[in-house]
């Protein structure tokens, strides 16, 4: 909900949009005192209407202003954004903050800007958790997927985000992780796709976890400009490619991983072409699903030989892992 009503202010002429979710939720932003203004606020009431005809209904709500004068005020929002540790060994950290990690850790060095992805937002973070997760599978185990225990992040409140698989048994702190051990053509070094990559950092932890290649893409030319830089920043120049486009831009590439933290209706849509842009039982990971929207999503990736192998979910999204068809879906619908 946050997200969708963010875009809306993003494209209004915000700068940026600082979320806070206790005691309630609440977006802050500044936008400039000009002709245009009474419009903007009319549009931004009238979408809150219409999310409830969507089903996402956002309960009371209000557009409150006032006037503002600090114009240091599109820079606040800096504050909110501090290191945060992401299953076993990532951290993402802002660039102007001196983080000094553990041995053992993967650091990315994010400035988000104007673009979405800072690893703080639920969707965001489940998705890196579950990269992290089928990374270990690909550079563990090469070539062949294997039963084995996965120890729970102690980071990770498991009251608001917690694991499934077709089978587990929950031990406490542990959960054993049933996936298939069948063989699969699944590259220790994957190439992975980036779908709608923001800030970057679902492409940066991909490259930083072992990928051999990333494909980034955005329809949004500042996100690309972002992320870009953030690439750069991180030593990903030459190895993550930034494309903008959506699914088109990439091509017959095939993946061996595929990223889409995006919302349901672009997955439902984007559903068979994702499936053929899968290497043979590659891996899709997926968030942006509001937990109402859930059945309906995996029920059309199974449809397209996608089938979920494990969920997370927190504060009412889903993020999914799905493997690929057994064979080849290029070529099909």
């Known amino acids: 909900m946050a997200d969708l009503v963010s875009a809306l202010l993003f494209e209004s002429g915000a700068t940026a949009v600082v979320v806070s979710e206790l005691p309630r939720l609440k977006l802050r932003t500044y936008l400039p005192d000009d002709a245009t203004l009474e419009a903007k606020l009319t549009r931004v009431r009238t979408y809150l209407v219409a999310l409830r005809s969507m089903g996402l209904d956002p309960g009371p709500s209000k557009v409150v202003t006032r006037p503002f004068h600090d114009r240091g005020w ?26 000094a990690g553990r041995e053992g850790d993967i650091v990315v060095t994010l400035d988000p800007g104007m673009a979405f992805g800072t690893g703080q937002h639920p969707t965001t973070k489940m998705c890196l958790e579950l990269l992290e997760a089928a990374m270990q599978e690909f550079t563990v185990n090469g070539s062949r997927l294997t039963e084995r225990n996965v120890r729970e992040p102690s980071t990770v409140n498991r009251e608001q985000s917690t694991v499934h698989s ?42 930083r976890l072992g990928a051999a290649t990333v494909l980034a893409l955005d329809t949004d030319r500042v996100a690309c400009r972002i992320a870009s830089e953030n690439i750069r920043q991180n030593g990903g120049d030459g190895r993550i490619v930034v494309k903008q486009g959506s699914l088109d831009a990439a091509g017959r590439r095939t993946f061996d991983l595929i990223l889409a933290n995006l919302t349901a209706e672009p997955l439902i849509s984007l559903a068979p072409r994702l499936a053929r842009s899968l290497r043979v039982r590659g891996c899709l990971i997926t968030s942006g699903i509001l937990a109402s929207e859930e059945e309906r999503v995996a029920a059309i990736f199974r449809r397209c030989s996608m089938v979920p192998e494990r969920r997370r979910k927190g504060r009412g999204w889903v993020a999914l892992m799905c493997r690929g068809p057994v064979v080849s879906a290029r070529g099909a619908g």
């Open 74 to 99: 599109a820079m606040r929002w800096k504050e909110f954004f501090r290191p945060v540790r992401i299953g076993r060994r990532l951290v993402i950290t802002p660039s102007w903050d001196a983080f």
């Open 166 to 207: 077709s089978r587990f048994t929950d031990r406490k702190a542990e959960q054993l992780v049933t996936v298939n051990s069948e063989p699969s053509t699944v590259n220790r070094e994957p190439a992975v796709l980036d779908l709608g990559t923001g800030s970057g950092l679902l492409a940066i932890a991909a490259l």
